[in-house]
């Protein structure tokens, strides 16, 4: 069965941090394109990171470059966002998800449930 699990999300000051965590299982993370999406009320879909191939380059969202780090461990199947620098307009339920290697991360062959982070005093 094809799961991601993500995890991680709470409540957190602006100008602070999180880490959040994405477990896979059912299938090779390293096997496909991977990222991160994020949906809040009344706003886009918006894709926040996206790595085609483990050997290359992670591109983000202009809103988060240089905040956001996404990185993965291959041993563990498990994908991370380490966010720093918060900010309110981070608040939202973000969503790892795999994608079709070869369409980039255009079309998702899954995503998780996702966990919600809120960025508030």
């Known amino acids: 069965q094809l799961q991601l699990v993500e995890s991680g999300g709470g409540l957190v000051q602006p100008g602070g941090s999180l880490r959040l965590s994405c477990a896979a299982s059912g299938f090779a993370l390293d096997a496909y394109a991977i990222g991160w999406f994020r949906e809040a009320p009344g706003k886009e879909r918006e894709r926040v990171s996206c790595?085609?191939?483990?050997?290359?380059?992670?591109d983000y969202a202009d809103s988060v470059k240089g905040r956001f780090t996404m990185s993965v461990d291959s041993a563990e199947n498990t994908v991370y966002l380490q966010m720093t620098s918060l900010k309110p307009e981070d608040s939202a339920v973000y969503h790892c998800a795999s994608y079709y290697r070869h369409l980039g991360c255009a079309v998702a062959h899954s995503w998780g449930q996702g966990t919600e982070v809120t960025v508030s005093e």
């Open positions: 790595q085609t191939d483990t050997e290359l380059r992670v």
